[in-house]
């Protein structure tokens, strides 16, 4: 199959699902809270987990029913793709058949898990990045504002300056045509590094109070 096209097809359908559950989700947190400002103040984790749910308690008889089917639609579609990536990583690493390696994973996923929940009932006395925070706010900032900004950072430079561009574009080339192949090599070598950097340093300031949006 052609990879440049899959990618636009992935890029694509992110967009427009994540655009679809914008259009569900925050109208649906304005009217349970009250105004955008209080919507602005309680993204992330604690908008989908905490927020929804007193959102799905008004709905009455139905509220288990569509809070259970929302959940396990928005937990299913990420848990498989996450634990694809890890059991492939754990398969190719350690040498494991698929089975011992997805094993692996859903063990380990389960305990990190249950560690975390504990933070809304028993532990939730620890509060690690300050009063009202809970272990998801942490793991989620380290996670999404500090690890994956690094990890991009040093892909963009070990395919930009390390194996260089070409060693990508030829993969390509194999399946399909790469017509945007100057514009990709530009953008992984000087534009990608800038913003994700710019991406990296803005979120942890604004979660430390440096600087507000």
């Known amino acids: 199959s052609s990879l440049t096209q899959s990618v636009a ?6 967009i427009g699902v994540s655009f679809l559950a914008g259009l569900m989700i925050v109208p649906a947190a304005f009217v349970a809270m009250g105004s955008g400002e209080a919507v602005a103040a309680n993204s992330g984790p604690s908008l989908m987990f905490v927020i929804l749910p007193t959102v799905f308690a008004d709905m009455g008889g139905a509220a288990n029913v569509v809070g259970f089917l929302f959940f396990l639609f928005a937990a299913l579609t990420s848990a498989i793709s996450l634990t694809e990536t890890c059991t492939s990583i754990v398969q190719d690493g350690a040498g494991w058949s698929r089975k011992k390696a997805l094993c692996a994973v859903i063990g380990v996923v389960t305990v990190a898990g249950i560690f ?5 009932n028993g532990l939730s006395f620890i509060e690690p990045m300050g009063e009202g925070t809970t272990l998801l706010d942490f793991f989620d900032f380290i996670s999404n504002s500090v690890i994956m900004p690094i990890v991009a950072l040093l892909t963009c430079i070990f395919v930009g300056w390390i194996i260089k561009p ?4 030829d993969e390509v080339k194999i399946s399909s045509e790469f017509k945007v192949e100057k514009a990709w090599t530009v953008i992984i070598k000087y534009v990608a590094p800038v913003l994700v950097v710019v991406i990296l340093v803005a979120f942890v300031a604004q979660t430390f109070g440096l600087i507000s949006f």
């Open 166 to 169: 070409k060693a990508i574009v």
């Open 116 to 120: 975390v929940n504990l933070g809304y």
């Open 9 to 14: 097809r992935i890029g694509g359908f992110d």
